[in-house]
């Protein structure tokens, strides 16, 4: 049986978006005022990567 790639990304679209994530995180992280709010900063990524990236 032939898998066409459509029908993987399809099953498989976290992997896809993964890196877009990640890169999100890591603009958030060179950003974010780490010295001023940590707890904020903190709290805003657990919140996006429990709630939103499952």
């Known amino acids: ?17 993964l890196p877009l994530w990640l890169a999100i995180a890591f603009g958030f992280r060179a950003t974010h ?5 940590p707890a904020i900063g903190e709290a805003t990524a657990l919140f996006d990567w429990c709630v939103f990236v499952p």
Request: net charge negative; hydrophobic share 45%.
């Open 1 to 17: 049986m032939q898998v066409s790639l459509i029908d993987h990304a399809r099953s498989h679209w976290f992997y896809l978006l």
């Open 33 to 37: 005022p780490w010295t001023e709010s």
